[in-house]
């Protein structure tokens, strides 16, 4: 559960432009200077291998670096035990995406950036395999991917670059200390809530009352700000909050569904039946505006054959 709690929580801060700038600008500043800030696309990270079907390939963005077409992909390690089936994890996912462009243009670049923020020393080297042979460190295959280890980042700096982006530096700051009683780490959520009015608060609500008792996090928060009636205020505003992101979501899904059905709708009046491949295809575009071009692309084709390419 923590690991899907823990997903979602970072999924619903790094979706845009703003939150990856601000976390490489705080994290990877060399990198972040040489992007091209109005290139960053988030893609749907799900992605279908002709050889092992679906995969989800964590957080995935399309960018340009220096005017050349690369992929930022961001994996949230949040273990308390060091995976190491992570090298080949990554080296998998690149293939997958290497694959379905490597039909169309050139092989992209593809930076790995590895979040983690679990309880025992990262052991897992950046560039793989380590090899004191010079003459097998010039032929080998090498894998590296970049670190970001929260616990070697101290509190007080992250605190001070709050002013980089107050939802992503204050997301950064939870993860981190998720794990530890609540009360340990009190300080830090006082800062945060201090500007409660910012909605990326009431998702940090939401983490911290399932990883923690419910109890627990009433009585902190009654500390953190004040009295209960100030807490009441604040868990008001967090219950209306929820109910307005679910009906935006369910609202969001609904116009995802509609467009998806009206293409293979479309397809199938111009085209005639159309196979499982093609529906399963339409079917995992969530993307609204690649959606609406598809639609478009139905329209204008002279054929199946020359819409599907």
Not at 120 to 148: D, G, V
Not at 247 to 256: A, F, R, S
Not at 278 to 291: A, M, N
Request: glycine share 4%; aromatic share 10%; charged share 30%.
């Amino acid at each position: 559960m923590t690991y899907n709690l823990t997903t979602n929580f970072l999924n619903r801060y790094f979706l845009s432009q703003r939150e990856l700038k601000a976390c490489l600008i705080y994290f990877i500043p060399e990198l972040s200077q040489k992007i091209d800030l109005e290139s960053i696309r988030l893609l749907n990270s799900e992605k279908y291998s002709q050889k092992v079907g679906k995969s989800l390939l964590d957080l995935l963005y399309e960018c340009k670096i220096e005017n050349e077409k690369s992929f930022i992909r961001i994996i949230f390690e949040h273990k308390s035990y060091i995976d190491k089936n992570l090298p080949s994890q990554l080296l998998y996912y690149n293939g997958i995406l290497w694959e379905e462009t490597g039909e169309y243009e050139e092989y992209p670049p593809i930076i790995n950036i590895v979040l983690y923020h679990g309880k025992r020393k990262w052991n897992i080297p950046t560039t793989l395999p380590k090899t004191n042979s010079e003459t097998i460190e010039r032929f080998t295959n090498k894998l590296n991917y970049h670190l970001i280890d929260l616990s070697k980042v101290a509190d007080e700096e992250m605190i001070n670059k709050l002013y980089i982006d107050f939802c992503t530096v204050s997301a950064l700051l939870t993860m981190k200390h998720i794990f530890e009683d609540l009360r340990k780490y009190k300080h830090i959520l006082k800062k945060v809530f201090e500007r409660h009015q910012d909605g990326c608060v009431f998702i940090i609500l939401d983490y911290i009352s399932v990883v923690n008792n419910p109890q627990e996090v009433e009585n902190v928060l009654k500390e953190i700000l004040g009295g209960e009636k100030e807490m009441m205020t604040l868990t008001e505003k967090w219950k209306m909050e929820g109910l307005q992101q679910g009906l935006q979501q369910g609202l969001q899904q609904g116009l995802i569904k509609a467009k998806q059905e009206d293409i293979i709708k479309l397809i199938k009046i111009r085209f005639g039946n159309v196979s499982e491949n093609v529906e399963k295809f339409i079917s995992e575009i969530s993307d609204l505006e690649e959606l609406d071009k598809l639609f478009t692309k139905a329209i204008l084709a002279n054929s199946l054959e020359e819409l599907l390419k």
